[in-house]
């Protein structure tokens, strides 16, 4: 079965704090995506990567394919990163995207 | 930025009628799709649709569901005779190309009472 676990699954932190976000998938992919979801429902893509590593900012995002296993890291955390990171995941063979249950980060000040 | 838009950002219905959610791509992707969340629970896939036609769909998406391109700048999620658990937040997204980034839509948040 295609499956995409994340943890964990609520993360509180402090200002500054290095954050790490786990996620994990059951078979081989095409890509995989991290996501940023506010408040407010709205969805924002942060990555897509197949391979290797990614950076932007603050962010930063890596995948190893023959682990099954992504990160999804910010450094210098800052309350505005507060949201919900969605990993979500293009089995091979497939367009879709399934979508790990999300991790709740919450920086305070 | 080119951004995705969705219509309504609300909807309140009774159970049982039929609703059309709008949403607006980028204007030179080819594929879109349709995702709903319920609350709580995490995104599901409902439907992908490329060159007008669904390329994939979920088991979500039955009979009660179609999709439709009226015409080139905007495509629909028509949900007929609603149900209860059809309350969630639907979300279009879009992209020129399946391998690479989806776009989203902020989302049409749907009520069934």
């Known amino acids: 079965k295609n499956e995409v676990e994340q943890s964990p699954q609520n993360l509180t932190a402090q200002e500054g704090e290095f954050i790490t976000i786990n996620c994990s998938y059951s078979v081989g992919i095409s890509a995989l995506h991290w996501l940023q979801q506010h408040p407010g429902g709205g969805i924002v893509s942060l990555f897509m990567l197949s391979s290797g590593k990614k950076k932007h900012g603050r962010l930063i995002a890596t995948i190893n394919i023959q682990e099954k296993h992504s990160s999804l890291h910010i450094t210098a955390s800052h309350p505005r990163d507060s949201a919900v990171y969605i990993c979500a995941v293009r089995f091979r063979g497939a367009q879709k995207l399934v979508f790990g249950q999300g991790t709740r980060l919450t920086i305070n000040p | 930025e080119p951004e995705v838009t969705q219509t309504p950002s609300h909807q309140v219905t009774q159970m049982g009628q039929e609703v059309i959610l709008r949403c607006v791509p980028i204007?030179?992707?080819?594929?879109f799709y349709w995702y709903r969340q319920i609350l709580g629970q995490k995104v599901e896939f409902l439907v992908s649709?490329?060159?007008?036609?669904?390329?994939?769909k979920s088991e979500i998406f039955d009979d009660q569901f179609s999709v439709e391109r009226p015409d080139g700048s905007n495509f629909t999620l028509k949900i007929r005779s609603t149900k209860l658990e059809d309350s969630a937040m639907y979300f279009c997204?879009?992209?020129?190309?399946?391998?690479?980034?989806?776009?989203f839509g902020p989302g049409t948040r749907l009520l069934v009472l």
């Open positions: 997204a879009s992209t020129p190309d399946t391998q690479e980034t989806q776009y």
């Open positions: 204007s030179n992707h080819l594929y």
């Open positions: 649709l490329y060159n007008n036609e669904i390329s994939e």
